[in-house]
């Protein structure tokens, strides 16, 4: 029997037996994991409570320490985080080591940023009274997780809430919570104190996560995932008034004005479309080519793709598979959809024929139209389907039709011109000339339906922070 639901430092069996974890390369199981309860996940929130008294006032700078200390742990260990990530998760031995340091570096962001909680102090403009104010932890946080990133989205998440005082309980994605556990054990050789981080695999999501909803103890939600669980959540947040951050999809346009350097966008979309197999919230879903260029975007585009090596991450291959059969199916569905709608198939790289992984070739589509489903609806598999136009004002209104607003990328030859079109797309992250925009340092997040609130930043610990003013009588 596996034990690996993890509370107070301790690895215990899961009240509801096991489940397993698949290699999404072989369709075999990696392992059998800890499937636990309800039971669970309030022994969990009984031991961050528990934790949060002492933890609070722990001072920032030891705190830090730890973080810290984690940080240069994940480092150390990189190799093998990284061919853990690719075993679970499917993503290329490169993709998973790049997203270990990116992971290790929120560690080492909020080790510093948390010991530079400042505060307030002035008097009111009618005299007579001094404002203070300060900041708390927002207390016991439930922190809940997607496979696309399975060391990165904990990094993102648990790091700013202990840099601010909080204690949390995570439930990672049932797809790939081998990471996490793996991430545990160096914060505890890090010097984590008992009870500061609970995990809880499940492969009932709703039933863990529910009840840490229903929970008065759990102050706290912040949730990666999809739109749609997110909305569910944040139903249930109302309930209790449970403070919430929402990391949602995404549908990010990729825009190249005819003045680009198109070698450099080429690669910019290599990036931003192919990292994990276009299996990223931050993802370019769908590319707006202007027409003067198109033909030469597209042909250069297609020679990269077709020179991808697919297969497992342990051959070196440059893409994995997608995470599950359901993936692979939604994705053949949306493909379909635009031949039907009048795309066409300009490029592909050969995919293994002889396996049982979730295979699906990289693909480049032309002559997309601009009403596509598969410009709408969030890919999230290897498809990059090129949209031609002409006017800025056109490629806007394309950009915007979306409930989505998380990521975007403009290429353009006139660095005013990327800046405008930027400024003017509804997205809370755009790259100019780059195809990449995450940063620990930046503040990542989404508009309209692709969330709420920011992570990394300074505005990643103010999500695990309360803020107080104590207001001081006096007198002249
Ligand atoms: P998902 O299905 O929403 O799952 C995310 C997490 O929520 C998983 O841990 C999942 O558990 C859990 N969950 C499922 N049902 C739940 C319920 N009823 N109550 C509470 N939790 C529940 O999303 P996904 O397919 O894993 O991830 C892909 C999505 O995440 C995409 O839309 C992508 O854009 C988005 N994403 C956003 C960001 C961002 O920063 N904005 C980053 C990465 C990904 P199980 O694994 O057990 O189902």
């Not at 994605?173 to 505890?188: D, H, W, Y």
């Not at 803020?467 to 002249?476: E, N």
Request: with cysteine; aromatic share 6%.
């Amino acid at each position: 029997m596996s034990s690996d639901v993890f509370i107070n430092n301790a690895w215990l069996p899961g009240a509801d037996g096991e489940f397993d974890v698949v290699d999404p390369s072989t369709g075999e199981a990696i392992r059998a994991v800890s499937n636990g309860g309800v039971s669970d996940a309030t022994a969990a929130v009984d031991a961050a409570a528990t934790a949060l008294k002492s933890w609070r006032r722990v001072a920032p700078r030891e705190r830090g320490e730890i973080l810290r200390r984690t940080f240069e742990l994940m480092i150390r260990d990189r190799d093998e985080l990284g061919a853990l990530i690719a075993a679970e998760n499917g993503k290329s031995l490169t993709d998973a080591k790049g997203e270990v340091t990116y992971s290790a570096e929120f560690f080492r962001w909020f080790a510093e940023e948390g010991v530079r909680m400042g505060g307030d102090y002035g008097s009111a403009p009618a005299g007579g009274t001094r404002t203070l104010v300060t900041h708390h932890p927002v207390g016991v946080a439930a922190l809940v997780t997607p496979w696309n990133f399975p060391a990165a989205m904990a990094a993102r998440k648990i790091a700013p809430a202990l840099a601010a005082g909080c204690t949390v309980v995570l439930k990672p994605a049932s797809e790939t919570p081998l990471t996490a556990f793996a991430i545990a054990r160096l914060m505890v050789e890090a010097g984590l104190p008992e009870g500061v981080v609970n995990i809880v695999p499940s492969s009932s999501a709703g039933k863990i996560v529910g009840a840490w909803m229903e929970d008065a103890r759990v102050r706290k939600i912040s949730f990666t995932g999809s739109t749609a669980i997110g909305q569910v959540l944040l139903k249930q947040a109302a309930d209790r008034v449970v403070n919430s951050s929402m990391e949602l999809g995404g549908n990010a346009p990729f825009i190249v004005t005819e003045d680009a350097d198109i070698d450099a966008a080429v690669e910019g979309a290599m990036v931003a479309k192919f990292r994990g197999g276009g299996q990223a919230c931050t993802a370019a879903n769908r590319l707006y080519v202007h027409a003067d260029v198109a033909e030469e975007f597209t042909a250069k585009l297609g020679a990269k793709v077709e020179a991808l090596t697919v297969g497992p991450a342990a051959e070196g291959s440059d893409i994995g598979p997608l995470i599950n059969a359901k993936a692979v199916d939604s994705t053949h569905a949306l493909l379909a959809g635009a031949i039907e709608a009048g795309a066409r198939i300009a490029h592909q790289a050969p995919v293994p024929a002889d396996s049982k992984g979730f295979w699906f070739a990289p693909t480049v589509l032309s002559n997309v139209p601009a009403d596509a489903e598969i410009v709408h609806e969030e890919i999230f598999g290897p498809i990059a389907p090129i949209v031609t136009w002409t006017t800025d004002e056109e490629v806007i209104g394309y950009a915007n039709d979306t409930e989505m607003g998380l990521a975007a990328y403009v290429y353009a030859g006139e660095l005013q011109r990327g800046l405008r079109l930027g400024e003017a797309i509804e997205a809370g992250m755009v790259g100019v000339n780059r195809g990449l925009v995450s940063d620990p340092a930046a503040p990542f997040g989404g508009m309209k339906q692709s969330g709420i609130g920011r992570e990394g930043a300074r505005a990643g610990l103010e999500e695990f922070q309360e803020t107080q003013y104590l207001s001081v009588a006096w007198p002249d």
